[in-house]
Structures are given as C-alpha cells and as structure tokens.
C-alpha cells in the first residue's frame, strides 16, 4: 500500500513539473492564430561584380512592427546555390532580426537574380519575397 502510495505522489509530481514546464514555453511561443506585422529595412539588394566562385553573404534586416512575436516558420531559395537561415526564436514586438544568406557563383557566370522566401505569422500575405542581384565575372582559364 505504501509502494502505491508513494507511486501515485511520484507521477503527480511529475504531472506538475511537465505543466508547468509547458505553460512557461507556450508563454514565450505565440497562439496559433496570432499575427503580427513585419518591417523590412531592405528587401532587394544589389551585391554588384564578383567573380566566379566566389561565395557572398547576405544580410536582410527586419523588425517585428506588431503586437506579438513574429515567428519566421520557413526561409527557402530559389537556387540550390543560395543557402539561407532563420532566426530560431520569437522575434519580440519592437525587436529587430536577420535573414541570413550565402550565394555560391561557382557555375553560374553572367547577371543573377536570386529569391529567397520567407515564411513568417504576419498580417496579410504570410510570404515575403527578398531579391539579390549579383554580376558573375567567369574566373580567368588556366592555362
């Protein structure tokens, strides 16, 4: 009885340490449903000349203009040479973030366009389109 006793105290406990470690991390997190407004400082960058194999970062500055946290859900590319990441974590109301890129120009000589698409709990359209331009002078022969 006594086993059984002490059984059922472990498991509340227990019980009581997951809620509340729960409750705490849906504090941080926004409700499904809850929008909030982004602002982007730039959305199309013009990197100019570089040449071929060379890989340039990328920065885009935004800042969450609305009431809740902003949460970026997905960044994608529209190249295989352009690798991109998200902010992990809620981006607070009043806060600034970044978008990180990296194009890689090996194979691709001449002028470039690249999009990089991100996903986000904002008001509106919940996809937002950034653009780099980029010239790839082709690296010299070896002779």
Known sequence: MKKLMFLA?????VAVACQSSAS???????KPGELTTIQ???????????TEGQVIDISYRF?????KPLV??????????????????PIAPGEEGIIKASFNSTGKPGPN???????????GSKEHRLQFMVDVKPAAEKK
């Open 40 to 50: 982007w400082v730039d959305t199309l960058k013009e990197m100019g000349q570089v």
């Open 63 to 67: 800042k969450n203009a609305g009431t």
């Open 24 to 30: 705490e991390n849906k504090a941080a997190q926004p």
């Open 113 to 123: 366009s690249k999009s990089i698409y991100v996903v986000a709990n904002t008001e």
């Open 9 to 13: 105290l472990a498991i509340g406990v």
């Open 72 to 89: 970026i859900e997905q960044v994608n590319v529209s190249c295989g040479c352009t690798v991109a990441e998200k902010p992990e974590k």
